[in-house]
């Protein structure tokens, strides 16, 4: 049987106390496609890697994507009222600020595929840390690989230069 559309600022009246940190996202349709309500503020530095395709529509106030485009790390803002639709297989950490709102849809997972979440030193680029899982509950499995991560400072400090890799993003200002 069908549902009844949502009432997107109704939805929110009721439920953005189910947003909340460190990743703010709450799972609304997961039938053929996954559609997240996803609030502000977060606190996540970790580029999460998927291989099918991420669509970002930007509700209320702006964001910052931090992708990792052809090896350069860059910033993609998508404010408010504007999409973006992200290629499979790119690295990204979506940072939101406070009082945002925004909508990704995301494929189902192909069979036997892996999702990764991977943090890079912020002070010389370096991966740190990498985990990978096959995803099957986003909000819950994201969210155990980043306190995993924030709780074993041996996995958080970089190879190269020693320096411990930080929870939040480093230089990200609201577009």
Not at 8 to 33: A, R, T
Not at 104 to 110: A, G, S, T
Not at 122 to 148: M, R, S, W
Request: aromatic fraction near 10%; proline fraction near 8%; hydrophobic fraction near 35%.
């Amino acid at each position: 049987m069908l549902s009844s559309p949502l009432n997107l600022p109704k939805w929110l009246e009721e439920n953005s106390h189910l947003l909340k940190p460190p990743i703010n996202n709450y799972c609304v349709y997961n039938d053929g496609v996954t559609v997240m309500i996803v609030g502000g503020p977060n606190a996540r530095s970790d580029y999460h890697i998927n291989e099918t395709a991420e669509w970002f529509y930007q509700y209320r106030g702006s964001m910052l994507l931090k992708v990792v485009d052809a090896g350069e790390f860059r910033d993609i803002p998508i404010r408010e009222g504007e999409m973006f639709l992200l290629p499979p297989n790119t690295p990204h950490n979506p940072v939101r600020f406070a009082d945002t709102v925004g909508i990704v849809l995301e494929q189902p997972r192909p069979e036997g595929s892996k999702d990764r979440l991977r943090w890079y030193c912020q002070n010389d680029g370096e991966l740190v840390h990498e985990a990978a899982f096959y995803c099957t509950d986003l909000g819950t499995q994201i969210k155990e690989a980043v306190n995993a991560f924030r709780d074993n400072e041996q996995i958080r400090r970089c190879k190269k230069c020693g320096e411990l890799a930080e929870m939040v993003p480093r230089n990200a200002s609201q577009p």
